[in-house]
């Protein structure tokens, strides 16, 4: 089992940066693909990020691409999600997830490919 805590949300003004990270502890945290979602009020929780389990193979969603990126560290057990040039939009409450993969380069941006989620990260952008 995983356990995952998000830190680093916060109020920032539109252009902005902020730089979420994400906890994990268990064992095997290199066996996870990660993935950072959000959920504002009212909506769907959507798919934000994702990174594989070598670390190289991204995913991004359209509206997050060229202004975010997604990392990890397996030997520090975090992922991180760099957040420039932020926008109203983004605001929501963002959560890590972890996907348990055997394949080594999958990245999957469905919400029910995930089995494991943290308590989420407030985001709020000002215009």
């Known amino acids: 089992q995983v356990q995952l805590v998000e830190s680093g949300g916060g109020l920032v003004q539109a252009g902005g940066s902020l730089r979420l990270s994400c906890a994990a502890s268990?064992?095997?945290?290199?066996?996870?693909?990660m993935g950072w979602f959000r959920q504002a009020p009212g909506k769907e929780r959507e798919f934000v990020a994702a990174i594989a389990r070598n670390g190289v193979n991204t995913d991004y969603a359209d509206s997050v691409q060229g202004r975010f990126t997604i990392s990890r560290d397996n030997a520090k057990n975090t992922v991180s999600l760099q957040m420039n040039t932020l926008k109203p939009e983004d605001t929501a409450r963002y959560y890590c997830?972890?996907?348990?993969?055997?394949?080594?380069?999958?990245?999957?941006?469905?919400?029910?490919?995930?089995?494991?989620w943290g308590q989420g990260t407030q985001v709020t952008v000002s215009s």
């Open positions: 997830a972890a996907d348990f993969h055997l394949n080594k380069q999958t990245v999957r941006s469905s919400t029910g490919a995930y089995e494991y």
């Open positions: 268990g064992r095997l945290f290199s066996s996870y693909a």
